[in-house]
């Protein structure tokens, strides 16, 4: 089982536009960030996307991705759904859309802003074929977990892919540690976790929050993402166990 860290920054990515790096070091190619997105892909090669961030192409495009056989989307956010036109090439030569999965209020909420993806228009064929959560537990091969977050007044959806003896746990754009999510991601071999910056925030988990997070859930290794331009690399890198990584664009981990 593997994961490909496809983005790793915060909804304006690192750097801001305007050039500004913050405090992460510009001569250091991993404090250069996308929007963020994950992909998991079991031994066989099955593939599945989460989350079509607003830099979608371009990530796909820098990890050699030409094929997915799922997408999950976590909330409707910006920085989460606003590459869902990107899944447009990853539709053509399939005999069908591309199965896609989310929660009610986000299913809700995607088709309303992009309907042409659900249902084709005009000569095009529907892109994906979009269902609620609750109709899944197994996808392509993996067994799929998943528990609502709070995001601040918002909610997100945190994911347990299990394939192959191995399991990958997803929490991005949490404001709270739930026993939900303790539960879920309860011993798992490789946890990705949002930690936006080291001062609290009112909707992400800052440092403290996310290294906490890996403690309670026991999970063995742990990526950390969604990190804003306060968050040098090396800087960070130095402060957190050795179990810990700090998270970067490119970044592929294979258990």
């Keep these: 089982m593997k994961l490909v860290m496809l983005g790793s920054g915060t909804s304006t990515g690192v750097p801001r536009i ?15 960030r996308t929007r963020v997105s994950i992909l998991v892909e079991s031994n066989d090669g099955k593939r599945l996307l989460v989350d079509t961030s607003t830099d979608l192409r371009q990530q796909l495009l820098a990890s050699n991705i030409d094929w997915i ?26 005999s069908g859309a591309i199965p896609g ?7 809700r909420r995607l088709r309303q802003r992009f309907d042409y993806v659900f249902a084709g ?13 609750d109709n899944v537990r197994l996808c392509m ?15 997100s959806t945190a994911f347990l892919f299990d394939a192959d003896g191995y399991s990958i746990g997803y929490a991005t754009d949490f404001s709270e540690i739930t026993s939900e999510m303790v539960s879920l991601f309860q011993g798992c071999d490789l946890l990705v976790t949002d930690c ?3 001062e609290p925030h009112p909707t992400h988990a800052d440092l ?5 997070l890996v403690k309670r859930t026991g999970a063995k290794r742990a990526v950390l993402s969604h990190l804003d331009k306060s968050m040098d690399y090396a800087t960070l890198s130095a402060e957190i166990p050795a179990n810990v990584l700090v998270g970067y664009d490119g970044l592929e981990i294979e258990l």
């Design 18 to 32: 305007g050039n500004d790096w913050g405090d992460c070091d510009p001569e250091e190619p991993k404090n250069r």
């Design 69 to 94: 056989d799922a997408v999950f989307w976590t909330h409707d956010h910006a920085d989460h759904c606003h590459g869902i036109d990107d899944l447009r090439p990853l539709r053509y030569g399939r």
């Design 101 to 107: 999965f989310a929660g009610q209020e986000t299913v």
């Design 121 to 133: 228009q005009h000569g095009y064929p529907t892109i994906v074929n979009l269902e609620n959560l």
């Design 141 to 155: 091969g993996f067994s799929v977990r998943w528990c609502i977050m709070p995001h601040g007044p918002a909610k």
């Design 196 to 198: 936006l910056r080291r």
């Design 208 to 212: 403290g929050m996310a290294l906490d």
